[in-house]
């Protein structure tokens, strides 16, 4: 038997979430850990035009889903993201993902309204992976860091507890130091009591230059599957809708053995190859791309054995 065809795949339990690839592979910035080498000249996937996301938005209404997750490159590079979010909050709750250096006060405002016209909440989820100048923008680039506690001033101002997210550069041991490191400069930027979720590294993309690539052994397995709770990763609550196709998740961008269909109808109905070494991330760290991840020892919906 081959390795892939002894590679396990799972069923889509429900379409919790609905992603969307917004701003395809286009980003402000060239970070040195970016899984899908996002950057200014990125063109790889190319923004979704707001009439594409409202048909996949109207087409979710009978799917069932219950959240929508904006992402990119930068979402807003795209010139409609504020349309945008303000299109989705008429359907349910609104995350993006974002740098927050592009947050200006006419955008920021704009959101504010949106967000209390709607019954849903718009969160924001901001990239910053360094607690100063120095070890964030060597992985953002220069200036990051500055642009960036200046977007998140503005989204707190305007009422907004953006979850501060952070990719975990660090060893194990200064975690505890780091974390209280990020909560004092964040307060210092006038955001008291900060959200902050710290997520693991992807190693792929720009990542296996900055640290290294996947090991071998770093890959799911159907052993590995034995009373696991198949909720912990993400393909199994979520599609991801870009302009060239729906995917398992956002994290699979580049490889082609994530591209499930090219319309969402078809998409649901695919299970999805837990083949790509990325998944062995999210099988050891829960869905690091939702807002909340589920707890690894919650086996009541684990895999019989």
Partial sequence: MTELASTPSVPLAALDQLWFQVAGTVCNLRCTHCFINCSPDNHSF????????MQALEE????GVKEYYFTGGEPFMNRDMVEILSDTLEFGPATVLTNATLLT?????RLAISAGRSPYSLEFRVSIDGVNEETNDAIRGT???????????????????????????WPDEEHDRVLASFRNVLASFGYERARIK?????????????????????RVTHEMLCGYNLDQLLCTRARLVTARGVYACPILLDYESAHLANTLADAVRREVSLQEQACYTC???GAICANISV???????????
């Fill in 143 to 169: 200036g990051a860091f500055g642009r960036a506690m200046a977007g998140v001033n503005r989204l707190v101002t305007a009422g907004f507890l953006p979850i501060i997210t952070a990719m975990q550069s």
């Fill in 283 to 285: 099988y050891m760290s």
């Fill in 198 to 218: 710290v997520i693991p590294p992807l190693r792929m993309g720009a990542e296996v230059t900055r640290s290294r690539g996947y090991a071998q052994h770093e």
């Fill in 46 to 53: 190319w923004f979704m035009k707001r009439s594409d996301v």
């Fill in 60 to 63: 979710s209404v009978e799917l």
């Fill in 295 to 305: 707890s690894s020892q919650d086996l009541s919906r684990g895999t019989p054995c």
């Fill in 105 to 109: 006060p006419k955008r920021t405002d």
